[in-house]
């Protein structure tokens, strides 16, 4: 059967799977931070995750191994059924802090995927063309960077990820810079844009509603060294509008019980930060 | 008040300045309070550039002097600044590199690397290279410290994102440290051309055939304070030239960045 149903099995294989992944780091005092242990987390192919949990637990550390830019200190992390080794070329990342290149202007900033992958210049610069239509952004071709604004650049941070098609798309804590009328409207456009090409996405934030607005399943992380507590499924149909889903019945009831989860988590890490700063 | 009648206030005090200082300065040579053979006269000093501008001086025409000082200056400099940056990026990107090195680099910077210009001068001899060398060995720990430190602080996250995006170690270095370091870079190109030219004086005046280094030794040799005063004026004026044709270079390379925040400038 193995032999015969390859093209079966596809589907069964995860996009990204973190198999009781731990990470530590070296402190500046030669100590040691956990961030994560044993976090368990398997996310299909085309499915939207979101990753919730309280502030510094170690969200954005499970996002680094997935992208191959961290190893874990124990486990092991795999995207499409392999261990991750390096860099994949399949990732998209979209960062928390804008990582746009402040010297490049729009253009070239979208353009930066396609030319840093040796695509002919004349082919890169029409897909990055068609990019910035997408998100809205024809006209600021040649604008740079501190001229737009926030949810423009934001824009362009999309823009520059997708256009190498990655079949897995990272988010840390994207729109969280974002006052928030702007950012239900690119959350809106996010889910425009993740139906276009549908790569597996692993949205980390620490805003809940955000989280089941956009997510196909919720993941609520433990207050450091993050482990994964729960996992709730999110039935809510799409196509979804973020500003009108919350209303629904349906969505009400799963961020109380997300929140009940949650809860614990935040005033375990809060209580924390407030004993270390009270010595 | 506005801003046109602020504009013009500044001009007039910057005038008066101007005349109290030189004037003073005249006043007090004509009045005998300060002797001119020892501190020059500023109306003197014009004398002497005029004659030089006229019938040229002992060592050929002032142009002539201005010309290998400049070629001197603007090699020294030009090579210096590849290297150091060169060696910067390098080091600040390789650990390794920089480990290794690193020591050397501040031993070298801590000798007063004016007095090598004596070796240079004995082991190359009173032409060109010997005052190049110099400005080279000025200009290049300038520009190595700032380029190093400015590939040291690349955002972590524009780098991430350069790689994830599919940049190799090359393109890394090429598209997001160089114009990331740039800033720090371009700072040092102000201060290092200075030290060029400062290598090359240094140099001619150390031994040379020509330049306006031997112009200020001759006039020191000759007791002649307004001459040596004259070569200063001319090496300021130079200067001054060179350092509006960087800025208006540096205007061109980082017209990525936002505007400066208003505030007093130099």
Redesign the interface.
């Given at each position: 059967m193995s032999a015969t149903t390859s093209e079966a099995a596809q589907p069964t294989q995860p996009a990204i799977e973190l198999r009781g992944v731990s990470k530590s780091f070296a402190t500046p005092n030669g100590g040691r931070y956990q961030a994560l242990r044993e976090l368990s987390l398997t996310v299909a192919a085309g499915e939207f995750c979101a990753v919730v949990g309280p502030t510094g637990c170690g969200k954005s550390t499970t996002l680094t191994l997935v992208?191959g830019?961290e190893r874990p200190t124990e486990g092991a992390a795999l995207v499409h059924g392999s261990p991750v080794l390096g860099?994949g070329?399949d990732?998209?990342?979209v960062?928390q802090?804008d990582?746009?290149?402040?010297?490049?202007?729009v253009l070239d900033n979208v353009l930066?995927?396609p030319r840093?992958?040796s695509r002919p210049p004349d082919i890169a610069r029409e897909q990055a063309r068609d990019w910035l239509r997408r998100v809205g952004l024809t006209g600021f071709e040649d604008r740079?960077?501190?001229q737009l604004s926030g949810g423009m650049r934001k824009r362009v941070a999309l823009a520059?990820?997708l256009i190498?098609e990655p079949r897995i798309l990272l988010m840390d804590e994207p729109f969280s810079a974002l006052d928030v009328q702007t950012r239900a409207i690119m959350s809106d456009e996010l889910l425009t844009l993740w139906g276009l090409t549908k790569p597996a996405v692993v949205f980390v934030t620490h805003d809940l509603e955000e989280a089941i607005a956009l997510a196909d399943k919720v993941v609520v992380l433990t207050a450091g060294p993050a482990t994964v507590k729960d996992v709730f499924t999110v039935h809510l149909p799409r196509p979804r509008t973020v500003q009108e889903v919350r209303f629904e019945p349906d969505f009400v009831q799963l961020y109380q019980r997300i929140w009940h989860s949650l809860r614990d988590e935040v005033n375990i890490a809060y209580s924390r930060t407030t004993s270390v700063s009270a010595p | 008040m506005s801003h046109q009648r602020y504009r013009t206030v500044v001009w007039l005090a910057r005038l008066l300045v101007f005349i109290v200082v030189i004037g003073g300065w005249e006043l007090c040579a004509r009045l005998g309070i300060v002797n001119p053979f020892f501190y020059g006269q500023p109306s003197q000093v014009i004398g002497q550039i005029q004659t030089w501008i006229q019938n040229g001086t002992a060592q050929g025409s002032l142009w002539a002097q201005i010309a290998v000082t400049m070629q001197e200056t603007i090699l020294g400099w030009v090579i210096g600044v590849v290297l150091g940056v060169v060696f910067g990026v390098a080091l600040g990107r390789s650990r390794f590199l920089s480990d290794v090195l690193g020591p050397y680099i501040k031993i070298m910077n801590s000798i007063p690397r004016i007095v090598l210009g004596s070796i240079f001068i004995v082991a190359f001899g009173l032409g060109l290279s010997s005052k190049v060398l110099l400005a080279v060995v000025l200009v290049f720990f300038a520009v190595f410290f700032n380029a190093f430190q400015g590939t040291r602080e690349v955002d972590r996250n524009l780098m991430a994102n350069a790689r994830i995006l599919g940049a190799s170690r090359w393109r890394v270095t090429r598209e997001v440290v160089l114009p990331s370091a740039f800033t720090w870079i371009i700072a040092s190109l102000h201060v290092s051309f200075g030290f060029a030219l400062i290598g090359a004086i240094v140099g001619e005046f150390l031994g040379a055939q020509q330049g306006l280094g031997l112009l200020i030794r001759t006039a020191q040799g000759t007791f002649n304070a307004n001459g040596v005063l004259a070569a200063m004026v001319i090496v300021a004026i130079v200067a001054l030239i060179a350092e509006g044709l960087i800025t208006a270079i540096e205007q061109r390379i980082l017209r990525w960045r936002p505007p400066a925040l208003s505030g007093p400038s130099l």
């Open positions: 992208a830019l860099i070329r990732i998209g990342f960062f802090n990582a746009v290149f402040p010297w490049k202007s930066a995927g840093f992958r740079y960077p501190h520059q990820s190498n | -």
